[in-house]
């Protein structure tokens, strides 16, 4: 099954519908609560990067049997140093994102901690993609 979702960048109010559909979903399709509870964390991590730093993109998951595989592909500024963004605590968010609550440098980390496999590729000026993998067997 293919979904594909699109990101508003200018609303944070939005941000976590994508994930919220694609938890409906898995719930349905009658996935573990466990295993879609750290699909939704992921998932969500990297939406919510998208509003704050990239404006916004899309979302394309691909469930199988075996796996849930969501990728997440923005044309924002792009990462210049990834292996610095994937560091806790670090952070490029605005003060005026951080007063709404987001921005503490956990969202990389995040999606990490919570999938079995992540792969981001970016290019500064042109935008990132971020694709993320958890084993459902």
């Not at 399709?29 to 939704?40: E, F, H, N, P, V």
Request: charge should be negative; avoid cysteine; proline fraction near 3%.
């Amino acid at each position: 099954m293919k979904l594909r979702f699109e990101v508003d960048g200018d609303e944070f109010v939005l941000a976590g519908e994508a994930s919220s559909k694609l938890k409906k979903v898995l719930m349905q399709l009658g996935i573990s609560s466990q295993l879609i509870r750290k699909i939704a964390i992921a998932m969500y991590e990297a939406e919510i990067n998208m509003v704050i730093h990239a404006n916004g993109g899309f979302i394309d998951a691909e469930i199988t049997p075996d796996k849930v595989f969501v990728s997440l592909s923005d044309t924002g500024p792009g990462i210049p140093d990834i292996e610095l963004a994937m560091k806790e605590g670090y952070s490029t968010a605005s003060d005026k994102v951080r007063e709404l609550g987001f921005g503490a440098g956990m969202g990389l980390p995040n999606m990490k901690r919570y999938t079995d496999d992540m792969k981001v590729t970016s290019e500064v000026g042109k935008g990132t993609t971020v694709e993320l993998t958890v084993f459902i067997s």
